[in-house]
């Protein structure tokens, strides 16, 4: 389904609410909190998509941006978005949505993240997640990311990938890696500074590849660990395509659909749905990027096999 399409559907859905759970007040200026590690705003395709839905950044709805650099500073930063009584909180990674669910019990909360929200105690179940909390499920699929790194690169032996301390994604990607033949080394990537001293170590643990997880701290970085793998000749793949779009070999992860998606329940949340009622969104469509700029840079070739089955090839 295209944006149109579903922004189409959304829009029919919210028309067909009754009359009493959609009403806004008129004139007012709802207030979104935004809570997360990283100064990434909401992106070009969110407020597409809430402009849309009859949302204008400005004229009835204002953004109010709280951006903490490290997870610790998150729980201060929540309750002052609770204190200043805004009309409802989105955040990015699980440690966000953790910090705001503390924070309050009755301000909506639309959380992103990649971790499984019933397994960390977020919501009580995908369907009907109930108290005052829903959201978007990215997904970890780092078994994905590593298995097309292998198919792109049939002669990788060690792959490098980054330490995520809040959950056991090691066992998935180790388990991954023997079915492949493939041997994996953990090594700290948490912010900015370490980008330099985490290639390094790939290197010297005799990587040959890079795999770049699903981690929300990493994604104010990823273009320049993207540009900076072409730097130290390891061809990488990360979850987000603007770390192929600067320099990455490859990207593979979601759709901008999940920007669609957490617009739709802003919207029917602010025109006065339960957020405990609105069901856990995960995503459906993935798209596949190669940078066969980098690849030549790289002396890389890759199989025609993988590149058939690329979204988008950047040459």
Known sequence: MDRRAFIGRVAGGVLA????????????????GLLRVGTIPLSDAFWTAMRELGWTEGRNVIVEPRYADRDDRLPALAAELVQSKVDLIMTDGTVAAQAAKQATKSIPIVFGLGLDPVGSGLVANMARPGENITGFVVGLYDDKLLQILKEALPGVSRVAYPTQPLNDRDQVIRSAAKALGVQVQAIDLRRADDIDSFYAAARKSGADAVMISNIVNLV???????????????????????????????????????????????????????????????????????NLKTAKALGITIPQSVLGRADEVIQ
């Open 17 to 32: 609410a009754p009359l009493a759970a959609r009403a806004q007040q008129p004139g007012k200026i709802y207030r979104i």
């Open 220 to 290: 104010p970085h990823l273009a320049r660990i993207g540009s900076e793998s072409v730097r130290t000749k390891l061809p990488a793949i990360s979850f987000r395509r603007v770390f192929a779009e600067s320099g990455g070999l490859m990207s593979y992860g979601p759709t901008s659909q999940s920007d669609l998606r957490r617009a739709a329940q802003v919207d029917k949340i602010l025109r006065g749905a339960k957020p405990g009622d609105l069901p856990v969104e995960q995503p459906t469509r993935f798209e596949l990027v190669i």
